[in-house]
């Protein structure tokens, strides 16, 4: 085999975010980028030499392009074996799975998740390690530092791998093994739930709307939902994925979603929609007349697992990010099990995992998942509640109804800004947290501020300190103020500012979530000042 070695100057912005490197395609399109970070990647790494490696993404524009200089680079970097999935695709959790299932050494998976697709969207890549789980602190940073200075990387002079043939091939000396993105994923799914009590329930009469938005999941969803647990055929729609996503915005949320969302909220609607995100971790969740947050998604999940085969003996503990509401600490209390809050980000669910901790974890950005992988699930989220709804043999509705009754409901709502002028959304962080010291004690109105810091993590199982995840006011009643900047913009800052209001009595259920928190939301902006520094008169998204 050629290897050839080629020179190249090193980018001062390849720094991964919240979840690896996201930017405009344009960016990508520079010369050298993909190899750059890729190599600098692989540099960081020992122990490769002979080992696999798992590559797949979401099917998003210049995936095609990536994948090809993916595999050629490795093959360059000595590794032994490549396991792809068919045509590039492989979504985020069941690459996690296909690297731990076959010990695979680590992976690559592109894509740019949620964030819009094609010539002027975004691409991404990150790195998983051995556990399946997105590369940690550790490892991101030394990436970055290796970018800042790399001067070459090596690359095979080989054809152009044909990704549309499962089976077996060679790209230089490297075996790569074109796999069914699904087979595997769709296994282990049956080994979790309880398959023939979700056909039955189908076969009842139960009504679902999956939406795929032309992403990453519309092979899984059909196999799975359609083919093996026997929904009708036209459950599942916008299933085929396509390089911009039909158009559209694949984050599966109110704003993007609106029309799964209206649908539910229709008389004649069905029982029960999911989405899912361009790469399939993230889930949304509404039942007939129902839309479920996804912090008391997390926490209704925690509580209700043990009706799946994989949890019956109970979990562990339950983790969520620190902006997440605390509506799955209740339920871990309840249970007399271990609770942990974790800045945001997937990877720092990872140790916790690891070390058999937590078993189910959940983050206010539409992620829920468990220790099956590493990585939040979207596919999982949508069969663990319908292996709850089989059980339980009751509505969506009902379910979240007997949990607030349980265990009192956390309203909560995100209000996103975004493309905000960096330099004014830093200054305005950095006034807010100034402020932190003066706060604790003072009342606002009937809301007493109980603490006030910007929330630093020490790991429980290796030390490591994060500090500085974002800003947390909290209030004597359980009520809460976050804010901090999101680590996966591409363009500009955003902003995000989670409030929260803890709702104990029966009866009190029923508010309107924005009005609800209207106290909270004016006295965040008395604080922060968000709408009077940037201009803008409302959030770009309220999830
Ligand atoms: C990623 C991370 C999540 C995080 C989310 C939002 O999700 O994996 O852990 O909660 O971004 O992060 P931020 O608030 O920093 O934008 P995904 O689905 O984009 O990979």
């Not at 265990?407 to 004014?424: K, S």
Request: hydrophobic share 40%; charged share 20%; with cysteine.
């Amino acid at each position: 085999m050629s290897i050839k070695t080629i020179e190249t100057k090193p980018y001062a912005d390849q720094k991964p975010g919240t979840s690896g490197l996201r930017k405009r395609v344009t960016v990508w399109q520079q010369p050298n980028y993909v190899e750059n970070y890729i190599q600098s990647i692989f540099d960081v790494l020992e122990d490769r030499q002979g080992k696999t490696l798992v590559i797949g993404g979401d099917g998003r524009f210049y995936n095609d392009v990536a994948i090809q200089k993916a595999i050629k680079i490795a093959a360059a970097n000595g590794f032994g074996k490549v396991m792809v999935g068919q045509g590039g695709l492989l979504s985020t959790p069941a690459a996690s799975h296909l690297i731990r299932h076959y010990k695979a050494f680590g992976g690559l998976v592109l894509s740019a998740s949620h964030n819009p697709g094609g010539p002027d969207g975004d691409f991404g890549i990150k790195y998983n390690i051995a556990n399946g789980g997105p590369a940690p602190e550790s490892i991101t940073e030394a990436v970055f530092a290796r970018s800042k200075v790399i001067g070459a990387y090596r690359i095979a002079d080989v054809p152009d791998v044909d990704l549309s043939r499962i089976g077996t091939q060679k790209s230089g000396d490297m075996v790569v093994e074109v796999v069914d993105p699904v087979a595997d994923y769709a296994a282990l799914m049956e080994t979790l739930f309880d398959f023939k009590a979700i056909s039955s329930l189908f076969k009842s009469g139960f009504r679902m709307q999956f939406d795929a938005m032309h992403a990453v999941t519309g092979p899984y969803a059909h196999r799975i939902i359609e083919d093996i647990l026997g929904a009708p055929k036209g459950t599942v729609i916008n299933g085929v994925p396509s390089p911009d996503f039909g158009g559209g915005h694949p984050d599966p949320n109110l704003v993007y979603a609106k029309d799964l969302y209206d649908l539910l909220m229709s008389a004649d609607g069905p029982d029960f929609g999911a989405a899912s995100d361009g790469d399939g971790d993230r889930n949304l969740i509404i039942g007939k007349n129902r839309f479920v947050t996804p912090s008391d998604s997390l926490a209704i999940l925690a509580a209700n697992a043990p009706l799946a085969p994989a949890y019956a003996a109970g979990i562990a503990g339950i983790a969520r990010s620190m902006p997440t509401s605390s509506a799955a600490d209740r339920v871990a209390e309840k249970l007399g099990i271990e609770m942990h809050e974790t800045p945001t980000g997937w990877k720092f669910f990872g140790n916790l995992l690891d070390a058999g901790r937590v078993t189910v974890c959940g983050e206010e950005s539409a992620g829920t998942g468990s220790n099956h992988v590493r990585e939040k699930d979207g596919v999982w989220a949508v069969l663990l509640w319908l292996n709850i709804i089989a059980a339980r043999k009751q509505s969506v509705d009902q379910i979240v109804r007997e949990h607030w009754k349980t265990y009192g409901r956390n309203y909560y709502t995100r209000h996103d800004f975004e493309e905000v002028d960096a330099a004014i959304a830093n200054k305005l962080v950095d006034d807010l947290r100034a402020q932190l010291p003066g706060l604790v004690g003072k009342s606002f109105g009937n809301l007493k501020v109980s603490y006030a810091d910007d929330f630093s993590y020490t790991d429980p199982i290796d030390g490591s300190v994060s500090p500085k995840q974002g800003i947390r006011i909290g209030f004597e009643d359980g009520s809460r103020i976050v804010l901090r900047l999101s680590g996966t913009g591409t363009v500009g800052a955003t902003l995000r500012l989670y409030v929260e209001r803890y709702e104990p009595a029966d009866g009190q259920h029923d508010l309107e979530t924005q009005a609800a928190l209207e106290p909270l939301i004016a006295l965040a902006e008395q604080l922060a000042g968000i709408k009077a520094r940037t201009g803008r008169q409302a959030p770009d998204v309220i999830t």
